[in-house]
């Protein structure tokens, strides 16, 4: 592989872990298919330039909050994909014991402070989670993922005006993926852009393309560089697409199919991918290497899953309390 | 020993656990330089630095998740809820983040906080500002709810509660916070879910919480002039419930009341008396159990009615001849 330059060298890494997405996704979305799953997922196929841009910003040690549409996110922060499908089977060596799933995979020692299954649950969460780096004095970040549908939400003013009142160290990242279950973005708000609420709680406010993983990383690199030198929170939006439903249920009557291809056409991945070889960084054998590579990954990850034992019911009453 | 009022053995148990432990910090409504709706934190300002003792803007939902994530992640944060009532703006957070990450989490986590509230009627504050919602709380797993009933009793089990490494609801109650009582000096906690015998007695055993139990132990006091001996119980912490106590004083005496401020339905008397009645404890009552609750009403303003509106002492001298009666 001819990496001309660091910048090169980041480039393909993001493509590699946006590719491990969305091989985990959609082999998520088969297993549910094949009626492997107890319980409904939230997939964010489409979305994995937003969650791999802005954790590509992050220090190892920093701290993110992620969303109940969370595999992404949590794979994007380093989480290991054998530990994320064994949760995701409900086995005991999973990333929760099995007790989380899905909706509540955290990964707390690798500072995913976990995906949550309440709208808006976790910006309040983050103003502590940034308030304690800035007692602590440690110089790191946190990083709250969040929907459009959270941006209403009473919990998102609260939490953002008492990050900026603070100047924590927080940077509030929107994945405006167009509609909060079946509600269009543009039926449930008044502004154009959901960074544009950044002004009324005295904090920067940036809208960038969710589907280009390079505009997020920048956006969310500069953003990280203020919370982190004590320039206080940011707002940023960055703007997406889910491919598939809301969760298992959603049978997408709110939006046709026309659209769905339109957004699918500006793929994240596809794009990255014709820029590198486009520059010569990659050849199209070695993409197409890199995208084997993530499937043999997630392979890798079910068969490690499938193997591991399934928690005891004698275990049930443990964790309640510390 | 040292007499303080409760609303010092609060202070002091905070002034300790912040001069003791750099991990704790206090948060919550005008509790810097105002000093708190009822005083309680004054003077911590100028003694802990506006880091350590923050005033917050009116956001209790934000408060409370800022209180949980800053616990998740290694400090010991003691939130002030102005009143029991402005928890339900914090519900979410408390009950569906606070109570369930170290479980959804698989153990991983942990959310060592204190959520301090002002809880009940008696100040003429009407309907939204005199709430008794400890129920709601105990009905929660992953949570633990403690309501001292004096001075002594809420510096320990406030310490005990800051050192805890789980989500504490402490119920503070308003009437209680210039009642006067012996505090040892030195910072020692007392254990969290451990009942206390308040006075002992062999002929019928009322267990009470928070503000019922001065009340309790003034009713016990009459009855004893009519030679009828009550041993009057505290849970003091709510859940967990140390309800071994409740149920030995059960056996004993065969003759319970349970007296609690909060509506009788559904309250943790509720709870208390089915422990009893599902206990070994049943073969030895010689009257049915009596809970003496609140009214199903909500707090009304007029002293005359507010009063009528939850037990008093009266009442509880009533309830206990009803059981020795029957």
């Given at each position: 592989m001819r990496v001309a330059s660091p910048d090169l060298e980041q480039l393909v890494g993001m493509l590699r872990t946006m590719l491990l997405i969305r091989a985990f996704e959609e082999k998520a979305d088969e297993l549910f298919a094949l009626g492997r799953i107890h319980g409904t997922m939230h997939l964010s196929l489409g979305q994995e330039a937003v969650a791999v841009g802005v954790c590509a910003a992050l220090r190892a040690d920093d701290y993110i909050l992620s969303t109940h549409r969370g595999h992404g996110h949590c794979l994007a922060k380093g989480a290991d994909p054998r530990l994320m499908m064994a949760e995701f089977l409900g086995k005991e060596t999973g990333y929760c014991r099995g007790r989380g799933g899905s909706m509540h995979i955290a990964d707390v020692r690798g500072g995913n402070l976990g995906a949550n299954g309440i709208v808006a649950g976790g910006l309040p969460i983050a103003t502590g989670v940034g308030l304690s780096i800035q007692m602590r004095r440690t110089g790191q970040v946190c990083v709250a993922f969040f929907g459009d549908g959270a941006a209403n939400e009473g919990a998102f003013h609260e939490a953002l005006n008492l990050a900026a009142i603070w100047m924590l160290p927080v940077v509030f990242v929107c994945e405006?993926?167009?509609?909060?279950m079946s509600m269009p973005v543009r039926r449930a708000m008044r502004v154009e852009r959901v960074s544009d609420r950044a002004t009324a709680y005295g904090m920067p406010g940036a809208t960038v393309d969710g589907m280009d993983v390079v505009a997020v990383h920048e956006a969310a690199t500069s953003a990280v560089g203020r919370a982190r030198a004590g320039g206080g929170p940011t707002l940023l939006e960055c703007v997406t697409y889910r491919y598939r439903g809301h969760s298992k249920s959603d049978r997408q009557r709110y939006r046709g199919r026309d659209e769905v291809e339109a957004w699918r056409a500006r793929d994240p991945i596809a794009r990255l991918r014709a820029r590198l070889t486009a520059d010569g960084a990659l050849t199209e054998a070695e993409a197409d290497a890199l995208a084997a590579e993530a499937s043999a990954a997630i392979e890798d990850a079910l068969r490690f899953a499938e193997a591991q034992p399934e928690p005891d019911p004698a275990t049930l009453l443990q964790d309640v309390y510390a | 020993m040292r007499v303080l009022t409760y609303a010092e053995a609060v202070r002091e148990a905070l002034r300790q656990a912040l001069a003791d432990d750099e991990r704790v910090f206090l948060l919550g409504e005008d509790i810097g330089v105002y000093g708190g709706a009822f005083g309680v934190t004054e003077g911590l300002l100028t003694e802990?630095?506006?880091?350590?003792v923050r005033d917050t803007p009116i956001s209790e939902a934000a408060i409370t998740g800022c209180a949980i994530g800053a616990a998740v992640t290694g400090m010991r944060p003691v939130l002030e809820i102005q009143f029991m009532d402005f928890i339900t703006l914090a519900m979410e957070q408390l009950v569906l983040q606070a109570a369930k990450i170290r479980y959804m989490f698989g153990g991983t986590a942990r959310v060592p906080m204190v959520l301090r509230t002002p809880a009940g009627s008696g100040t003429g504050a009407a309907a939204q500002h005199s709430e008794s919602l400890e129920a709601w709380f105990a009905h929660v797993p992953g949570l633990k709810v403690v309501a001292p009933s004096s001075s002594a009793d809420a510096k320990g089990l406030l310490l005990a509660s800051i050192r805890d490494d789980n989500p504490v609801i402490f119920v503070e109650h308003k009437l209680l916070y210039r009642t006067r009582g012996e505090v040892p000096e030195a910072p020692v906690p007392i254990p969290l879910g451990v009942a206390e015998v308040k006075r002992a007695g062999d002929d019928v055993t009322v267990i009470a919480t928070s503000v019922m139990v001065p009340r309790a132990l003034a009713a016990a006091e009459r009855l004893a002039a009519d030679g009828v001996a009550v041993e009057v119980i505290d849970p003091r912490t709510l859940r967990p419930l140390d309800a071994e106590t409740l149920v030995a004083s059960a056996r004993k005496t065969g003759r319970v009341v349970v007296v609690y401020e909060a509506v009788k339905t559904l309250g943790i008397g509720a709870e208390i008396a089915a422990r009893i009645a599902e206990s070994e404890a049943f073969y030895h009552l010689r009257a049915p159990i009596v809970r003496l609750g609140g009214q199903e009403v909500p707090i009304p303003y007029n002293r005359r009615l507010e009063a009528a509106a939850v037990p008093q002492e009266d009442d509880i001298v009533e309830a206990v001849r009803q059981v020795m009666a029957a």
């Open positions: 405006n993926n167009q509609y909060a | 802990f630095g506006p880091e350590r």
